[in-house]
């Protein structure tokens, strides 16, 4: 631990994602017990007010304003990231779990097992993303849980795809002849041999994905088939607050900013866990 | 007794371009503490055969038409993929060519080493430790305990290959199979793991298969030497005699390229002309018959049998001509103008 450190303060970049990403998911967990403002209670005597520093700890304050029932977006904000990076940890997760299983699966055995998998890539690439999401989420209905599934449903084909290229390689390598020489089963290969050699680039996508499944979730609540209303999201902050662009440009900066600000973090953050997780850039403990 | 006897293995591979006959009905046994040195080019088949009777050829392309291999009273072409699993690496250990790529490069050379202990043994905890410690103490690697939490890239090659070997020899196996192990070396590391394997042999009786393409390592370390060729046995026997008086042309051939040692004679080296035999349409006789300058019509034709030549009991040769005899002849005629 004091070694991932010492070695994080060395990256500026790294740390300034993994220090933003702290303070962002800090934010989400600690939420009920900062005594924000009710994020689902508008005010309507304070409708689209604007943001102020005016009175900033007195308990009717607004520092980032209001939308268009006079809910408090910094609370709304803060609230909304806890269901976004819920959502959104979860879908990669899993589809990381069952596309490095899938991927390892079809480029170590290969053969039908292989033509299946890849032939099934093929077919979800071919089809829109987002149309796939919304055929899913609209088939069985906007929940929390079913949009997890349809985001994961959208990454594991990244994962499988690149996880795949890595152990055709890699099975090639002279290690696996030594692994099997020395009297490994095949599953004991692919999972204690190929899968930590695929542990990095998976992280690596691990990272992408997370950031772009966080658009995504960010689009489908947009679209109406995320997370339902009440629970504050930031994509449906953005779809109700776009007809106020122009007269209350709050309403729609700031959830747009905190996106930008979590996958940058994210992409900042993964980018140095790649290099640290490299044995030929780690040095010896 | 033999340890290992090989009876009429063949192997082949499906290509695009036709049937590659890479074995081609191999007999030979190895007894029990004998060092044999397997040499021969590039397809020979020499690689191929030890990979065939371990079970670690990839099957499709390779296909293995017959054979049997006696190892201590069971057939390792009859085995179970389980019970193969649990001969390599606990009864015959393997060492392969490159150093650099055999070690799984995110894992610690410890891990790795742990792996082979405790799939073949019921070592745990301290003991386990303990052994780990004491294999890398024995192919001479300093600070043992230190290295063994360290990765591969922070070994240097020679290093690298005794983890290897270390490996290799973890379970104390009885027959220690080596391919290449020092072709990726340079030479004063090569002589250094030579030491090591001589040592190791000494110390533990290990039976050893050396599989290589220099010559000089054979001399070095072997009691045997087999000259492979197109996926036969070209000529095999006591390294003094083969060495001394070799009875096929392609042993003499490959004896008279390599540069005299210290004299400075100015023959020239000699070149076996020619080039490998294409083994998708193997020639119908003798497979080096088409590149040998001594070879005779019954060569071209007909296969020839291992026999018995020389004064040394077991020096045989595949061969239908007389060495030593077209030899005498040739000097004879370059002499009387």
Same mark, same amino acid.
């Given at each position: 631990m004091t070694h991932f450190l010492k070695d994080l303060s060395r990256s500026r970049a790294g740390l300034f994602g993994f220090v933003l990403l702290v303070v962002i998911v800090a934010l989400a967990l600690l939420a009920p017990l900062l005594e924000l403002p009710d994020p689902t209670r508008g005010d309507l005597r304070a409708r689209l007010a604007g943001p102020t520093w005016e009175g900033l700890f007195s308990p009717g304050a607004h520092p980032l304003g209001t939308d268009e029932v006079g809910r408090d977006i910094l609370s709304r904000l803060i609230h909304g990231s806890r269901m976004t990076l819920m959502v959104a940890s979860t879908a990669v997760v899993l589809g990381g779990i069952v596309g490095t299983v899938l991927g390892i699966l079809a480029g170590y055995k290969g053969g039908f097992i292989d033509r299946l998998l890849m032939r099934l890539v093929d077919i979800q690439l071919a089809i829109p993303l987002m149309l796939l999401a919304l055929l899913v989420v609209a088939a069985l209905g906007p929940s929390i849980r079913n949009v997890v599934l349809v985001l994961a449903l959208t990454s594991w084909i990244r994962y499988a795809r690149i996880i795949r290229a890595q152990v055709l390689s890699l099975r090639e390598r002279e290690f696996v002849q030594s692994a099997r020489a020395i009297g490994a089963s095949t599953a004991r290969i692919m999972f204690l041999h190929i899968l930590p050699n695929v542990l990095t680039p998976a992280l690596v996508v691990g990272t992408l994905e997370l950031a772009r499944v966080i658009i995504m979730d960010a689009a489908l609540s947009f679209l109406g088939l995320g997370v339902q209303p009440p629970t504050p999201s930031w994509g449906r902050m953005l779809a109700d607050g776009r007809v106020y662009l122009?007269?209350?440009?709050?309403t729609v900066t700031f959830p747009g900013l905190a996106i930008v600000l979590t996958v940058l973090s994210v992409n900042l953050f993964g980018d140095w866990l790649r290099d640290y997780f490299d044995p030929k850039t780690r040095s010896a403990k | 007794m033999a340890l290992l006897e090989i009876k009429n293995l063949t192997v082949e591979f499906d290509t695009p371009g036709g049937v590659v006959h890479a074995v081609n009905d191999l007999n030979y046994s190895v007894e029990a503490g004998e060092t044999l040195g397997v040499v021969g080019e590039s397809g020979s088949g020499k690689s191929v055969h030890i990979l065939a009777l371990l079970g670690l050829l990839p099957c499709p392309p390779g296909r293995i038409v017959s054979g049997e291999a006696w190892f201590d009273g069971r057939n390792l072409m009859a085995l179970s993929d389980r019970d193969l699993r649990s001969i390599r690496g606990g009864e015959i250990g393997m060492v392969f060519q490159d150093p650099m790529s055999s070690?799984?490069?995110?894992?610690?050379v410890g891990r790795q080493l742990k792996e082979v202990l405790t799939r073949h043994t019921n070592l745990t905890g301290r003991a386990l430790k303990a052994r780990m410690v004491e294999l890398l103490d024995i192919v001479g690697i300093p600070h043992p305990e230190a290295r063994l939490s360290q990765y591969p890239h922070e070994f240097s090659g020679g290093m690298r290959q005794r983890v290897m070997i270390a490996i290799g020899m973890a379970c104390n196996p009885r027959l220690l199979i080596a391919d290449?192990?020092?072709? +990726?070396?340079?030479v004063t590391v090569q002589a250094q793991i030579l030491d090591l394997v001589r040592q190791l042999k000494h110390d533990f009786g290990t039976t050893v298969i050396w599989i290589t393409h220099d010559m000089g390592v054979v001399a070095e370390l072997a009691d045997t030497i087999q000259v492979m060729y197109g996926g036969r046995i070209m000529e095999r026997g006591p390294v003094r005699p083969v060495f001394h008086d070799p009875r096929s042309a392609y042993t003499w051939g490959l004896l008279n390229s390599l540069p005299d040692e210290g004299a400075r004679t100015q023959r020239r080296l000699y070149q076996i002309p020619g080039?490998?035999?294409d083994m998708s349409n193997p020639p119908p006789g003798d497979p080096f018959a088409p590149r040998n300058?001594? +070879?005779?019509?019954r060569c071209h034709r007909e296969v020839p049998p291992l026999r018995d030549v020389g004064n040394m009991p077991g020096h045989k040769v595949a061969a239908w001509y007389d060495l030593p005899a077209l030899l005498a002849a040739q000097s004879e005629k370059e002499q009387t103008p």
């Open positions: 122009s007269s209350a440009w709050w | 070690l799984n490069p995110v894992l610690t290449e192990a020092t072709t +990726a070396l340079d080039s490998p035999p300058p001594f +070879a005779t019509e």
